[in-house]
């Protein structure tokens, strides 16, 4: 609408200035509608440089953040640094388990930004996004020709993953499932051996202390030792792939 009046401004002005032969009449008309016309360019100006008749609103969108890994007891965020500063990167997650297609985010570190945050709940991406919007129908029926309306100012990420998932790049994760197919069969042996040695010490030591446990009791506590001997393995193993993966 406001080009449509400075349009109009132009032509009345133009039109005054040659048309009305009595010199008080046409600068007074000329003069008024000079000024308009000058207004509405201004105006012009300062909706696009600095967004008058508008304001900042933020919106909240909650989504699920699921692994990238096709491993379900190895849960990974992935993400790829952007130019040569590791401070802009881009995440790579699911927000669902059938996505084909990972979910990134946005890579322009000008309008994004991302941290990653350790919860004990359930992992999930909290995405605030804060755009341009008129202040009223009004001012959008002036200025909305210009396309601004819901500009982007920023959009700001937070990833909240549990303790148990691993921040790694794109080449890490690579690397990591070569390795751990690498050592799968090594890390079996060592396994076995681990858990039997924690076994064997944790019922010698049960049995220390009661001699006259039942059978049932030592069968129990030989199931519980090797779920725990197992898990502390798995940990310790997998801890020094990734720190390897890392490298």
Do not use: C
């Amino acid at each position: 609408m406001i080009i449509v009046a400075v349009v109009v401004l132009a032509i009345a002005l133009f039109i005054s200035m040659v048309s009305i032969s009595k010199p008080f009449i046409r600068w007074t008309v000329s003069i008024v509608l000079a000024a308009l016309l000058g207004l509405s360019l201004v105006l012009i100006v300062l909706n696009d440089s600095d967004h008058f008749g508008m304001e900042k609103v933020t919106t909240t969108k909650t989504t699920n953040l699921i692994s990238v890994s096709p491993s379900k007891q190895l849960k990974m965020l992935l993400y790829q640094d952007v130019g040569t500063s590791s401070k802009n990167r881009v995440y790579i997650y699911k927000e669902n388990a059938s996505q084909k297609k990972p979910t990134t985010t946005n890579p322009d570190p000008s309008k994004t930004s991302n941290k990653v945050k350790v919860i004990s709940g359930t992992p999930r991406v909290v995405t605030k996004t804060t755009r341009w919007v008129y202040k009223s129908s009004g001012y959008k029926l002036w200025f909305g020709i210009a396309g601004n309306d819901h500009k982007l100012v920023k959009h700001r990420n937070a990833l909240e993953i549990n303790k148990d998932w691993l921040t790694l790049s794109s080449a890490q994760a690579k690397k990591l499932q070569k390795l751990v197919k690498q050592n799968s069969a090594n890390m079996k042996k060592e396994a076995k051996a681990y858990v039997t040695a924690a076994v064997k010490k944790a019922v010698t030591a049960a049995m220390k202390k009661d001699p006259t446990m039942s059978v049932a009791k030592q069968k129990a506590l030989t199931t519980e030792a090797t779920k725990k001997a197992t898990a502390a393995y798995q940990k310790q193993a997998m801890a020094k792939i990734v720190q390897e993966a890392k490298k």
